[in-house]
Nanobody, 119 residues
Framework: QVRLVESGGGLVQSGGSLRLSCVFAGPAFSIYTWAWYRQARGKERELVASILTDHTTSYDDSVKGRFTISRDNGKSTVYLQMNSLKPEDTAIYYC?????????????WSQGTQVTVSS
């Protein structure tokens, strides 16, 4: 049974930093591209960062230069280092595999981790 557990969220002031972690309890972590998504209240979920199996990364323009995604295949964990946080970064953050998300109309999502940035 596949399970995702995100952690590391919290309340931080504008300009602050947080490091999110996502542990994958399931098979074959290393063969997937992984991504962090976020969903702000009243908005659709959006992809903010992704990392390929060869560790190539890409970012949404809104977080480029401030967020860094990384992965540890040995720990089946993907990370998101968030610096220079802004109030507009406030959202629930989720991790998942883009291939899985795209392959079904109802992909599995865990509860995510709440990030709140105060001004």
């Amino acid at each position: 049974q596949v399970r995702l557990v995100e952690s590391g969220g919290g309340l931080v002031q504008s300009g602050g930093s947080l490091r999110l972690s996502c542990v994958f309890a399931g098979p074959a972590f290393s063969i997937y591209t992984w991504a962090w998504y976020r969903q702000a209240r009243g908005k659709e979920r959006e992809l903010v960062a992704s990392i390929l199996t060869d560790h190539t990364t890409s970012y949404d323009d809104s977080v480029k230069g401030r967020f860094t995604i990384s992965r540890d295949n040995g720990k089946s964990t993907v990370y998101l280092q968030m610096n220079s946080l802004k109030p507009e970064d406030t959202a629930i953050y989720y991790c998942n595999r883009p291939r899985v998300v795209a392959s079904t109309s109802q992909p599995y999502w865990s509860q995510g981790t709440q990030v709140t940035v105060s001004s």
